[in-house]
């Protein structure tokens, strides 16, 4: 038994070194120890790479991941492990299709047959790699308003589920840099962390429009927490809710109600 958290913002699995040592003749993966100090930024907190191997995993009945899998030190935070669900495919026929339901708070994976059954009542837009890590990106246009006025900025944007908020723009993303610098009148409050301590800065959006889904009262978090990605932002959760969403990872589509 594993608590798993399903992420899109990696590129590889996970596995807390407790939890991997603990059941490893259950996981049946030969780990091998990194031969050089490494180091993994997540959301701004950094863990060390202790193992490394590759292999495949059994997820239930119908799934599976197949690729790299690291091991880190004191990763477990009410989780086991991690794993990026563009990696995640159907037994029977190697698909990698993912339905999110936001509705019903269900994921399933989806062989090519099964989703061909599925309603066709979606809007579509391709996904990219052209990402930090490879990891899958959709490039649109956000548009929003705050007292009165509207706003636009145009990038590529990672679909994360592992960010449980609205919208990350990364600060430093030369984009957003002069998107800010270019619109002085914008208010941006200060983000704090339980602790009071400043992680970011924020943009309340009095409405937005985003990837053709229309949003109230949302807030668009400023982070230097992650230094290494290059698109002008990340997609959280909260874009997700309320709707059904399908990841064609093979064909490079990704559909919304």
């Known amino acids: 038994m594993a608590t798993i958290l399903l992420e899109s913002g990696i590129h590889v699995m996970l596995i807390d070194s407790l939890y991997a040592f603990e059941n490893n003749r259950h996981l049946n993966l030969d780990f091998v120890k990194t031969k050089r100090y490494e180091r993994m930024n997540l959301g701004g907190r950094k863990y060390k790479i202790t193992h490394k191997t590759t292999g495949t995993i059994q997820l239930g009945d119908n799934a599976e991941y ?50 061909s059954s599925e309603s066709t009542n979606y809007s579509t837009v391709a996904i990219n790699y ?3 890590q490879n990891m899958p990106a959709v490039r ?21 589920l ?20 270019n ?25 937005a429009n985003f990837c053709k889904k229309s949003f109230k009262q949302q807030i668009i978090a400023i982070t230097p927490a992650l230094p290494k990605f290059t698109t002008e932002g990340c997609i959280g959760l909260k874009f997700f809710d309320g709707s059904i969403s399908v990841f064609d990872f093979d064909k490079h589509e990704f559909h919304f109600q």
């Open 140 to 160: 649109t246009d956000l548009c929003f308003k705050q007292k009165g006025k509207r706003y636009t900025l145009s990038g590529n944007f990672v679909l994360d």
């Open 183 to 207: 619109n002085t009148e914008l208010k941006i409050q200060t983000a704090y962390n339980k602790k009071g301590v400043p992680v970011g800065e924020a943009i309340v959006a009095e409405q």
């Open 130 to 132: 052209d990402t930090y």
């Open 66 to 115: 197949s690729g790299e899998i690291f091991v880190l030190s004191n990763y477990q935070s009410g989780h086991d492990m991690a794993i990026p669900i563009q990696r995640i495919s159907h037994s029977n026929d190697g698909a990698h299709i993912i339905k999110l339901d936001m509705k019903n708070y269900r994921l399933q994976v989806l062989n090519r047959k099964l989703f």
């Open 162 to 181: 592992g960010n449980a908020s609205f919208l990350f723009l990364m600060k430093q993303n030369p984009a957003v840099q002069d998107f800010l610098k």
